[in-house]
């Protein structure tokens, strides 16, 4: 969690108030899922729709204040494909990807844009490979078990973080 907080410490230079806020309002819910996630292997719902109202909350404040309603337009319908696109994922491949997980990836987009999201769900995945490939291969980890991927997102997150 310590991690956290020096993430949004060193934006504060580089960008306004609210982007520490919102960065590390959301790797502190970053952090706390993949704690849940390795523990519980699912994570509570008012620890993600918390993150999500704060993370969003935060974004969105500005934009109205500064009456930008065509990005606040833009961020809301990426939500909602972000979450169509999950809602399909789940029906045509079932336990493929944890619906936490979705959640947690809209809070990565909150933080970061798009790009930079999806910069760390590859940093993120990466990782998962190089952590969890040899392990599926020595047959030490059982392939029926599910792989906690919060604190992947989460590593992600924070190498983004500091790239950016």
Do not use: H
């Not at 907080?5 to 960065?23: D, M």
């Not at 493929?96 to 990565?108: Q, S």
């Amino acid at each position: 969690m310590g991690c956290t907080f020096l993430c949004a410490s060193f934006s504060i230079p580089q960008f306004e108030i609210w982007n520490a806020v919102l960065l590390s309002t959301g790797l502190f819910v970053l952090s706390v899922g993949a704690i849940e996630d390795i523990k519980e292997q699912m994570i509570l719902l008012r620890i993600l729709y918390g993150g999500i109202i704060v993370t969003y909350a935060v974004k969105l404040i500005p934009l109205v204040i500064n009456s930008e309603s065509e990005r606040i337009a833009e961020i809301i319908s990426v939500v909602v494909l972000i979450y169509i696109a999950a809602f399909l994922i789940n029906k045509f491949f079932p336990n493929k990807i944890g619906e936490g997980d979705i959640d947690l990836f809209v809070i990565m987009y909150g933080m970061l844009g798009m790009y930079n999201a999806v910069l760390a769900l590859t940093i993120g995945c990466a990782v998962g490979c190089v952590i969890y490939l040899p392990l599926i291969l020595l047959g030490k980890y059982k392939k029926d078990k599910p792989l906690p991927f919060a604190p992947l997102l989460l590593v992600g997150t924070l190498v983004t973080t500091f790239i950016i």
